[in-house]
C-alpha cells in the first residue's frame, strides 16, 4: 500500500511540474500593441513596444512595427518636430493611417507634427495622412499605383522635386484625396510646382491653399502648372481652393496657375469654385491646355485675378480667353458659368 501511495504521489507531482511548464509557455505579455502604435519624443526605439505607456521614439520604427504585425491600423504621433540627418525616405503599406499632432497623452490634437527632410512613398490601398508637416526640399509626398488615399490637413513647406510634384506626385492612382491642407513654395524642374496628378482617376484636391508654387523652377523653359499640373487623368475635382501667386518661372515656357494636358472630351473634369491668381499680368494664365485640347469639362464659379493673369483661360483650339468668352462655352466646356474677375 505504502508502495503504491509513493508511485501515486510522485505521479501527481509529475503532472503538476508538466502543467507549471504549459503555464508558461502560454504567459500573456501586458502592454502589447494591438491596433495602434504611439509615437513620442520621450519613445525609446530599442525598449519601447509602441504603446501608449512605452510608446516609440521615430516614424521609422513604428512603420516596422506595422509591418510585423498586420494587425496595426494607427500610427498617432506627438505634436514635435523630427529632423533628418539626411534626406531619408519611408514607404507606408495599406491599410494604415498616421495622424500627427497629438498631446504627450495622446488624448487629444494640438496641431501637427513636423518632419523635416522626410520623404513618404505610399504603396498600399487605403492609407489616410493627416495633421502632417512636410519641410524641407527633400521632403515630399509619392503616392503610386495605389487606390483610396487620404491626404487631410497637412501641410507642404519648401519642398522640391528635379522632376515632377514639387510637394505632393500622383501617378496611376484611384480615389486620391487631397483636402484641406496648404502647400508653400513648392517647386518643380518640370510640372506641377505644387501638385502634380497623370495617369489617374477619381482624384478630387479640395479646400486647400496653394501659394507661391512654382514650375519649370530650373527655367529650361521645359514645365508648366504653377499650383496643379494634371496630365491623362479623365476624372479630377479641383474645387474650392486658393491657388495664390503660382507660376512657371522660364521665359520660354508656359506660365500658368493649372495646366491640363488632357485629350478629348472628359465630363469629369471639373474645376469649380477657385480663386485663382498668378505673379505677372504679362505672362501668366490662370488655365492652360496645353498639347491637346480639351472639351467636355466643367469649368464654374471661380475667381480669376485679373491684376495677376494674361487672361483666365487659354483654350487648345481658341486661344485666350476673357472671362465672357469662358462663360459662353469658347473654351468647348460642357458647363461654364458664373466665373468671374477680381
Do not use: W
Not at 511548464?21 to 513596444?49: F, H, I, L, M
Not at 513636423?114 to 526640399?137: A, C, M, Q, Y
Not at 472639351?295 to 483661360?313: A, C, E, R, W
Amino acid at each position: 500500500m505504502k508502495k503504491t501511495f509513493t508511485i501515486l504521489a510522485l505521479a501527481f507531482l509529475s503532472l503538476i511540474s508538466i502543467l507549471a511548464g504549459c503555464v508558461s509557455v502560454v504567459e500573456v505579455k501586458v502592454d502589447e500593441v494591438t491596433d495602434t502604435v504611439y509615437v513620442s519624443s520621450s519613445g525609446d526605439d530599442n525598449t519601447g513596444r509602441g504603446t501608449k505607456t512605452s510608446p516609440v521614439r521615430t516614424l521609422d520604427k513604428a512603420l516596422q512595427i506595422a509591418d510585423e504585425k498586420s494587425s496595426v491600423q494607427y500610427i498617432l504621433i506627438e505634436n514635435v518636430t523630427y529632423s533628418y540627418t539626411s534626406p531619408t525616405t519611408l514607404s507606408v503599406r495599406g491599410g494604415l493611417s498616421i495622424k500627427g499632432g497629438y498631446n504627450s497623452s495622446f488624448d487629444s490634437v494640438v496641431g501637427k507634427t513636423t518632419f523635416r527632410d522626410l520623404k513618404i512613398v505610399v504603396n498600399g490601398d487605403g492609407v489616410l495622412l493627416e495633421n502632417l508637416i512636410f519641410d524641407g526640399s527633400s521632403s515630399r509626398l509619392v503616392i503610386q499605383s495605389v487606390n483610396n488615399v487620404t491626404v487631410s490637413s497637412c501641410s507642404f513647406v519648401s519642398n522640391f522635386s528635379a522632376q515632377n510634384g514639387g510637394s505632393i506626385y500622383v501617378y496611376n492612382s484611384g480615389n486620391v484625396v487631397i483636402k484641406d491642407s496648404n502647400i508653400f513654395y513648392g517647386r518643380a524642374n518640370g510640372f506641377g510646382g505644387g501638385i502634380y496628378v497623370e495617369s489617374s482617376s477619381s482624384i478630387v484636391i479640395q479646400r486647400n491653399t496653394i501659394t507661391n508654387c512654382i514650375a519649370d523652377a530650373d527655367a529650361d523653359n521645359v514645365g508648366s502648372g504653377g499650383a496643379i499640373t494634371v496630365v491623362s487623368t479623365p476624372s479630377i475635382t479641383i474645387k474650392d481652393n486658393q491657388l495664390r501667386r503660382s507660376y512657371s518661372l522660364g521665359s520660354g515656357a508656359i506660365d500658368s496657375v493649372i495646366t491640363f494636358k488632357i485629350n478629348g472630351s472628359n465630363p469629369n473634369v471639373i474645376v469649380d469654385g477657385n480663386t485663382i491668381s498668378g505673379l505677372s499680368v504679362s505672362s501668366t494664365y490662370g488655365i492652360y491646355e496645353e498639347d491637346f485640347n480639351l472639351t467636355g469639362h466643367k469649368i464654374i464659379n471661380n475667381v480669376f485675378d485679373l491684376g495677376t493673369l494674361t487672361s483666365s483661360y487659354y483654350d487648345y483650339a481658341n486661344g485666350s480667353l476673357t472671362i465672357i468668352q469662358l462663360n459662353s462655352g469658347d473654351a468647348g466646356t460642357s458647363v461654364a458659368s458664373n466665373n468671374s474677375s477680381m
